[in-house]
């Protein structure tokens, strides 16, 4: 069981716009800020999102963070095919004095 | 070129010990926080621990405190995770990551991952 909750999947076709959810509490989210991660098949994870909503450079602004309170979620504007990846959350807890990571949702590009 | 390198993963019986390594090269390794992640195949990922540049602060999730033990060598560009005792619950795939300038978790460089299994 992950110390922050996500949804196991998520779908939309191509162009659409999807959100993943994150939801935790006062210890992580909601005293620090938000990671998400993209998984693509057999690699290393990317990191897409990093002080809830900055954006590493090369990211592109299609992939957007949003955090209020103890939870987070990601948005994906005009899907396509390659987004297709499992998606992670993450954030520091300050009572567990460690990086917690969700469970992750698979997202399917239709 | 900014990368990761790890190695030393191997088949390990319950009980037994392993380190591993993470080479960095194509970046002033000793201004950044270092992580390491692990990942049984198919499954999410989760955080063993980190280490701070300078070495000073280091924390490790509860699951491994007392057996896996993080470390660095600044002067040779590369991080360290001593393995003892270890479980068959430790078989997985273990990442090491850079966390990003001005930040401590934000992982921006991981490496391919290095395949531990634990089993008799």
């Known amino acids: 069981q992950s110390v922050l909750t996500q949804p196991p999947s998520a779908s939309g076709t191509p162009g659409q716009r999807v959100t993943i959810s994150c939801s935790g509490s006062?210890?992580?989210?909601?005293?620090?800020?938000v990671i998400w991660y993209q998984q693509l098949p057999g690699a290393a994870p990317k990191l897409l999102i990093y002080?809830?909503?900055q954006r590493p450079s090369g990211v592109p602004d299609r992939f957007s963070g949003s955090k209020s309170g103890t939870s987070a979620s990601l948005a994906i504007s005009g899907l396509q095919s390659a987004d297709e990846a499992d998606y992670y959350c993450?954030?520091?807890?300050?009572?567990?004095?460690?990086?917690?990571f969700g469970g992750g949702t698979k997202l399917t590009v239709l | 070129e900014v990368q990761l390198v790890e190695s030393g993963g191997g088949l390990v019986q319950p009980g037994g010990s392993l380190r591993l390594y993470c080479a960095a090269s194509?970046?002033?390794?000793?201004?950044?926080?270092m992580h390491w992640v692990r990942q049984v195949p198919g499954k999410g990922l989760v955080w063993v621990s980190r280490?701070?540049?300078?070495?000073?602060?280091?924390s490790h999730a509860d699951s491994v405190k007392g057996r896996l033990t993080i470390s660095r060598d600044n002067a040779k560009n590369t991080l360290y995770l001593q393995m003892d005792s270890l479980k068959v619950e430790d078989t997985a795939v273990y990442y090491c990551?850079?966390?990003?300038?001005?930040?401590?978790?934000?992982?921006?460089?991981w490496g391919q991952g290095t395949m531990v299994t634990v089993s008799s």
């Open positions: 990551a850079r966390a990003a300038s001005g930040t401590r978790n934000s992982l921006d460089v």
């Open positions: 280490i701070s540049s300078d070495e000073r602060i280091s």
């Open positions: 006062s210890s992580n989210i909601g005293s620090n800020s």
């Open positions: 993450a954030a520091w807890d300050d009572s567990l004095n460690g990086v917690v």
């Open positions: 194509g970046f002033t390794f000793s201004t950044y926080w």
């Open positions: 002080r809830s909503n």
